[in-house]
Nanobody
Framework: QVQLVESGGGLVQAGGSLRLSCAAS????????VGWYRQAPGKQRELVAA???????NYADSVKGRFTISRDNAKNTVYLQMNSLKPEDTAVYYC???????????????WGQGTQVTVSS
């Protein structure tokens, strides 16, 4: 089985920083594009940032210049460095990864359980 586990969320004051981690474990052959999504209460889940296997990145306009996505392929981990946080960044953050397993070589999307980020004003 393949699992994604997020960590690093918490409560921070406006202007502060947090670093989220998304660690993949299990029978993994390859990890392709990984994305961070967020969902605030009463709102739809939205893409925050994504990174391809080759390291290309894209960001939502609302986080450009403040958030940075990166990956450590040796650790099967993707990070989201969040700086200059604003109250409107408050949400549950989810990791999504396109992974091919090494048992059946099936490629599919996996989701983590989410981590809460709360930014106080």
């Amino acid at each position: 089985q393949v699992q994604l586990v997020e960590s690093g969320g918490g409560l921070v004051q406006a202007g502060g920083s947090l670093r989220l981690s998304c660690a993949a474990s299990g029978s993994i052959s390859s990890i392709n594009t990984v994305g961070w999504y967020r969902q605030a209460p009463g709102k739809q889940r939205e893409l925050v940032a994504a990174i391809t296997s080759g390291g290309s990145t894209n960001y939502a306009d609302s986080v450009k210049g403040r958030f940075t996505i990166s990956r450590d392929n040796a650790k099967n981990t993707v990070y989201l460095q969040m700086n200059s946080l604003k109250p409107e960044d408050t949400a549950v953050y989810y990791c999504n990864a396109d992974i091919q397993d090494s048992t059946w070589y099936v490629r599919r999307d996996y989701w983590g359980q989410g981590t809460q980020v709360t930014v106080s004003s």
